[in-house]
């Protein structure tokens, strides 16, 4: 019987920042220390886990800290701010982890990479820009930065407005073969946060970056699918996959072949934004794989080893 693949667990954002604080540094160790204990418990029960995590709040921060000192300081393109994030987060990642393991007892290198991800620069996203990135902005605001900076701009709320950039669909992990060596060795390897650093190919083979933001679940599932893992998992803050989320007649899903994830996303039962790219990309996941035992899992980070267990989370298989 061959060696088992890896398990991909993805980070939400409520892994790290939780809404209504300000997220600074310390309110950041603090919620991946207690994050990491529940990763540790999938390590410490045999599972051999990759991480991805999310990055929306930070790279928000990181480019009103651009706007604000943009009278003093030249100016960051997105994709710097997406390699900045990567590279303080996975450190911050890291060393939270190496914390939590040692603490169990557990010999684990834990290796953090930050990485490129390859976009089509034809991709129809780029037309059709959706992603709200960045601080909150009056109308006065935005249409300065629509005239001068040339933003796309969305109203959020009533009288409020934000940022919005493209979202293009992951193609290719550039440092892929580096990922699958320090897999194979053993290594805990922190990679592709925040989706990636989007790049795209010029006529010459030559790689530039791009100013788009690239869904962390979709890159995660492409990840999932090269590595040959056993497991993808998906983390955010609720428990289960829900039919008519909030409403009266809401349903929790335990499980979901995939067709029936396809129906559902067909019937516009999961929201935009919110578990909608979650679930495409655990059907991503699933149909992309080359094992027929595969199974993407949504679950609520505390209940991790539940979800892996099969007693919490909901559970997308092939049939």
């Not at 051999?48 to 709040?57: A, D, E, K």
């Not at 010999?107 to 390859?118: F, K, P, R, S, Y």
């Not at 005239?147 to 409020?160: F, K, L, R, Y």
């Not at 699918?225 to 998992?233: D, G, I, R, S, T």
Request: net charge negative; proline share 5%.
């Amino acid at each position: 019987m061959g060696k088992a693949g890896p398990t991909v667990i993805a980070l939400g954002g409520n892994a790290i920042s939780v809404p209504g604080e300000q997220g600074n540094i310390p309110q950041q160790f603090a919620h991946m220390s207690d994050t990491a204990r529940y990763l540790t418990d999938a390590i410490a029960g045999g599972r051999h886990v990759v991480l991805t995590h999310g990055n929306g709040p930070q790279v928000g921060n990181v480019l009103r800290r651009v706007e604000l000192a943009s009278s003093e300081m030249y100016p960051l393109p997105l994709e710097v701010c997406v390699a900045d994030t990567q590279a303080g987060m996975g450190y911050m990642i890291g060393q939270c982890m190496i914390n939590a393991l040692k603490k169990r007892g557990i010999e684990t290198d834990v290796t953090t990479l930050v990485t490129n991800v390859l976009i089509d620069q034809d991709d129809a996203a780029f037309k059709r820009p959706t992603k709200p990135i960045g601080s909150q902005m009056s109308k006065a605001q935005a249409e300065a930065h629509r005239d001068n900076d040339g933003w796309s701009i969305t109203e959020v709320a009533e009288g409020i407005y934000r940022r919005i950039v493209p979202s293009p669909i992951p193609q290719e992990i550039i440092e892929l073969n580096t990922i699958q060596r320090l897999v194979e060795d053993g290594e805990l390897v922190i990679c592709c946060g925040g989706g990636g650093v989007p790049v795209v190919r010029d006529e010459l083979g030559m790689l530039r970056g791009a100013a788009a933001v690239i869904d962390k679940d979709r890159t995660s599932a492409l990840l999932a699918k090269e590595l040959n893992a056993e497991a993808l998992v998906i983390l955010t803050a609720v428990e289960r996959v829900c039919l008519n989320f909030g409403k009266p007649d809401q349903k929790t899903l335990d499980t979901l072949t995939v067709t029936e994830a396809k129906t559902y996303l067909k019937d516009g039962h999961f929201a935009e934004g919110s578990m909608k790219p979650k679930v495409e990309a655990a059907v991503d996941f699933v149909e992309g794989s080359t094992s027929p035992d595969v199974v993407a899992i949504i679950a609520e980070l505390s209940r991790l080893s539940d979800a892996l267990e099969g007693k919490s989370g909901t559970r997308i298989t092939r049939s």
